[in-house]
């Protein structure tokens, strides 16, 4: 089973900035947190990982909780190409466990 | 992106069929996985390959069969599949599993269908 839960969907207004949260309590101390996304259907793409410090790249930053139980992905300005299942994933070394993610709806 | 390419993109097959899926990877990196991801569900990992050698295998059935000639190639072969193996199939690489930080790339994967 994934160590994450997200929420099933989310929508945002094309433009604003989205937030999806994403809750990791079990967390071990050398786990990192790393953020996929997919476009229907196409194979997922790396978005950002991070492992204690907040982190940003040029898709997205990523802000964890000073406890590390939970992180928030941020997409700063939203656009209809970013509309995406988004999964946050808690691994150490290889062994990815999927869950549903977030279906983000972005509306123009 | 081009980093991680699949072929064929799409394949229908009858369940008395052998075929194969092909992964190729440009990254230079040494660990590469097949992952199966069925409608409605979430992406399940199949096989894990690192430096050619195969280090995991999720209770997958005999009929999913995987090589891994060198790092950068990695195939899969399918005999006498079911209806219920239609999936998608992705395959992804990164760097070996040694450290703990291990970012994964992703190929656009082969849409199977079997009848």
């Not at chain 1, 410090?53 to 939970?70: G, V």
């Not at chain 1, 992905?73 to 939203?78: D, N």
């Not at chain 2, 199966?36 to 992406?43: G, H, I, M, T, V």
């Not at chain 2, 399918?78 to 992703?106: I, K, M, N, W």
Request: hydrophobic fraction near 30%.
């Amino acid at each position: 089973d994934a160590k994450t839960t997200q929420p099933p969907s989310m929508d945002c207004a094309e433009g604003r900035a989205a937030n999806l949260p994403c809750n990791h309590s079990t967390i071990s101390g050398n786990e990192y947190v790393y953020w996929y996304r997919q476009i229907h259907s196409q194979g997922p793409q790396y978005i950002i990982h991070g492992l204690k410090n907040n982190e940003t790249n040029e898709m997205a930053s990523l802000i964890i909780t000073e406890d590390r139980k939970s992180s928030t992905l941020i997409l700063p300005h939203a656009t209809l190409r970013d509309t995406a299942v988004y999964y946050c994933i808690v691994a150490y070394g290889q062994n990815f466990v999927f869950g549903p993610g977030t279906r983000l709806s972005v509306l123009p | 992106e081009t980093g991680v390419t699949q072929t064929p993109r799409h394949l229908v097959m009858g369940m008395t069929n052998k075929k194969s899926l092909k992964c190729e990877q440009h990254l230079g990196h040494n660990a590469m996985y097949w992952y199966k991801q069925s409608a409605k569900k979430p992406l399940e990992l199949m096989f894990v390959y690192n430096f050619k050698e195969q280090t995991e295998n999720n209770s997958v059935p005999s009929r999913f069969s995987p090589e891994c000639p060198n790092s950068s190639h990695l195939f899969l072969h399918l005999h006498t599949l079911q209806p219920e193996d239609s999936a998608l199939y992705l395959c992804a690489s990164s760097q070996d599993g040694r450290g703990g930080l291990v970012t994964q790339y992703f190929g656009p994967g082969t849409r199977l269908l079997v009848l």
